[in-house]
């Protein structure tokens, strides 16, 4: 069974920058392509970012291009996302998935996935 535990969210001032992780188990993490999607407050979940499982292509939001970074480390099972320059339209819960497929590069579709973390809350403050 596939487990992903989101971590890294909090409470930061408009400009400054966040880490999330998630860390995987249950399944062999460096076959799986992987994928960061949010949900902010009265809206549905939407694409962020995703990352092909030898991290070599990733896709992004054209809202975070240029300021969010997807990465893994296949050594430890995880897979990173490196925000900067953050909006208070970034805020919402963060989530995780992995892709459904083995060795599947996700483009962003929900349907691509079918493993979900939980979510950590990330708050942009103005």
């Known amino acids: 069974q596939v487990q992903l535990v989101e971590s890294g969210g909090g409470l930061v001032q408009a400009g400054g920058s966040l880490r999330l992780s998630c860390a995987a188990s249950?399944?062999?993490?460096?076959?799986?392509?992987m994928g960061w999607f949010r949900q902010a407050p009265g809206k549905e979940r939407e694409f962020v970012a995703t990352?092909?499982?030898?991290?070599?292509?990733?896709y992004y939001a054209d809202s975070v291009k240029g300021r969010f970074t997807i990465s893994r480390d296949n050594d430890k099972n995880t897979v990173y996302l490196q925000m900067n320059s953050l909006k208070s339209e970034d805020t919402g819960v963060y989530f995780c998935a992995t892709s459904a497929v083995v060795g599947a590069v996700p483009r962003g579709r929900e349907g691509e996935f079918d493993a979900w973390g939980q979510g950590t809350q990330v708050t942009v403050s103005s």
């Open positions: 249950g399944r062999t993490f460096r076959r799986y392509g």
């Open positions: 990352i092909s499982p030898s991290g070599a292509i990733t």
